[in-house]
C-alpha cells in the first residue's frame, strides 16, 4: 500500500491551462522529491524540497512543501504536450533510513 | 552516456525459471537502490546498497530474490523459480549522497 497519497489519481487538462498535484504523509517528511515518468521508461528527477515552506521552479513548473513537511504541491502554469506523463511524489520518512516512499502517481494527460 | 544503465530492458521468461538483471550506476554514486514497479503503482523499495554493503532489505524480498553488488560498483538482482506475482518493471536508481536518486529506464520482467 501506498504511504503518500497523491491526488488526483488522473488528470486531463486542456493545453494551455494551470494544474496542481498533491502529495501529502501522515508524517513528517525528511524531504520530499518530485519525479516525472513516461510510460514504461525510468523516473526523471523534477525536483526535491527538505525545508518547511520551501518552494522551488523549474521553467513551467513549481513545487511547494508546507511548514509542518506533510504535504506538498506540484503546479504547472500554461500546460504543454510535453508535460503530458505520470507524476510520482517520493519521501523520506524521519526515522527511515535510505528508503524513500512513494506515491501512486498522477497520470497528467494534455488535450491540445 | 553517464546515466544509469540497466540490462535487458525487457526479459520474458517462463514460470520457475530463473533471471538476473544488471544495473550500472553513476560512477561516482556510492549508493544504490532496487525497487519494483507494477502499472499504476509507485515504485516499491526492495534493497539498498552503500558501496558493497547490503545495507537495507524489504520485507517484500523473498528468499527467492537475492541483490549482490560486488566492489561497490554494478550491481545483479537475481529472482529464481519465477512466478507470474514476479511481473512488474524493475527499477534501479543511484545517488552520491542522500539526495535526489537518478533512475535507468528499468528492466520489465513478463513472467508467461
Redesign the interface.
Known amino acids: 500500500s ?1 504511504e ?1 497519497e497523491q491526488s488526483p489519481q488522473s488528470l486531463i487538462v486542456q493545453e494551455g491551462k494551470n494544474l496542481t498535484i498533491n502529495c501529502t504523509s501522515s508524517k513528517t517528511l525528511y ?1 520530499l ?1 518530485w ?1 516525472k515518468q513516461k510510460y ?6 523534477l525536483m ?1 524540497l527538505q525545508k518547511g515552506g520551501e518552494e522551488k521552479s523549474h521553467e513551467k513548473i513549481t513545487a511547494k512543501l508546507d511548514e509542518k513537511k506533510q504535504q506538498s504541491s506540484l503546479h504547472i502554469t500554461a500546460s504543454q504536450p510535453s508535460h503530458a506523463g505520470i507524476y ?1 511524489c ?1 519521501a ?1 520518512e524521519m526515522d527511515s ?9 498522477t497520470k497528467l494527460i494534455i488535450k491540445p | 552516456d553517464t546515466g544509469v544503465s540497466q540490462n535487458p530492458r525487457h526479459k520474458i521468461t517462463k514460470r520457475g525459471q530463473n533471471v538476473t538483471f544488471r544495473c550500472d550506476p553513476i560512477s561516482e554514486h556510492n549508493r544504490l537502490y532496487w525497487y519494483r514497479q507494477t502499472l499504476g503503482q509507485g515504485p516499491e523499495f526492495l534493497t539498498y546498497f552503500q558501496n558493497e554493503a547490503q545495507l537495507e532489505k524489504s520485507r517484500l524480498l523473498s528468499d527467492r530474490f537475492s541483490a549482490e553488488r560486488p566492489k561497490g560498483s554494478f550491481s545483479t538482482l537475481e529472482i529464481q523459480r519465477t512466478e507470474q506475482g514476479d511481473s512488474a518493471m524493475y527499477l534501479c536508481a543511484s545517488s552520491p549522497t542522500r539526495n535526489e536518486q537518478f533512475f535507468g529506464p528499468g528492466t520489465r520482467l513478463t513472467v508467461l
Open positions: 501506498q503518500l524531504g522529491y519525479y514504461g521508461e525510468g523516473l526523471i528527477f526535491m510520482l517520493g523520506e533510513n535510505y528508503q524513500l516512499i512513494w506515491g501512486a502517481g
